[in-house]
């Protein structure tokens, strides 16, 4: 059912190591997107791609960086993990919709992060 | 600085009650307000979406209410049901900033039998 795949779904790691979120998209879409959910369940934007080779930063600052290489991927990493880190990850992809001419969201179940 | 505020933070309702949860919002560049749903361990999905030029749009038991003058819209879930129970968010887009949506904290609801 889902057409975005997140991995790892959980992942639990010491301080100061290097982690990647891996993100797929099988739908062909050119917009993609990094939300970071905290436990109070607010969604912030992080980072977002409009295209192969495009990476923005979000309106949250994050020490995370993002690639575009391929339309279907969009992996984020963190170069040296810390506990302020610890948070919910989601990614997602957009279309334009044809009827409302707005682009509609598809998440990913997201990957949990914990750093120790 | 929040742009979509959201309330309430939780909501409990018993079956076969409205439920109903309020954003408001300052940007006048919005044009478009979707609301996700979110169940425990998955991602947000779209439930429902309203453009500002119509007052209510309805699906099933979801009905959003915009208030364009107020700046104020809502979503109101009608005949509620446990399968009901999830995160709600509220949303809005901005053209102006490539489109990109900004969201509101959240509701807990919790619909009990």
């Known amino acids: 059912e889902a057409d975005i795949y997140q991995t790892p779904r959980y992942l639990v790691i010491g301080t100061g190591k290097k982690i990647t979120l891996e993100c797929s998209q099988t739908m062909g879409h050119d917009k993609m997107y990094w939300y970071q959910q905290d436990p109070g369940m607010e969604l912030h934007l992080i980072h977002y791609?409009?295209?192969?080779?495009?990476?923005e930063k979000g309106d949250l600052s994050s020490e995370s960086t993002v690639s575009r290489i391929r339309t279907e991927h969009f992996p984020l990493t963190l170069e040296s993990a810390r506990p302020s880190h610890t948070s919910q990850y989601l990614c997602?992809?957009?279309?334009?919709?044809?009827?409302?001419?707005?682009?509609?969201?598809?998440f990913g179940a997201g990957s949990r992060l914990t750093v120790l | 600085q929040q742009q979509v505020k959201q309330s309430p933070q939780s909501l409990i309702v018993q079956k076969g009650g409205i439920s109903i949860i309020n954003c408001a919002y300052e940007?006048?560049?919005?044009?478009?307000f979707p609301w996700y749903q979110q169940f425990p361990g998955k991602g947000p999905a779209l439930l429902i979406a309203?453009?500002?030029?119509?007052s209510e749009k309805k699906e099933g038991r979801f009905t959003i209410s915009f208030n364009k003058s107020a700046k104020q819209f809502s979503l109101h879930i009608m005949d509620s049901q446990p399968g009901d129970s999830a995160t709600y968010f509220c949303?809005?887009?901005?053209?102006?900033?490539?489109?990109?949506?900004?969201f509101g904290q959240g509701t807990e609801l919790s619909v009990k039998p």
């Open positions: 997602a992809s957009s279309a334009r919709d044809g009827l409302s001419g707005a682009n509609v969201l598809t």
């Open positions: 309203i453009r500002p030029d119509v």
């Open positions: 791609s409009y295209g192969v080779n495009s990476t």
């Open positions: 949303a809005a887009r901005s053209g102006n900033q490539g489109g990109k949506l900004i």
């Open positions: 940007n006048t560049a919005f044009d478009y």
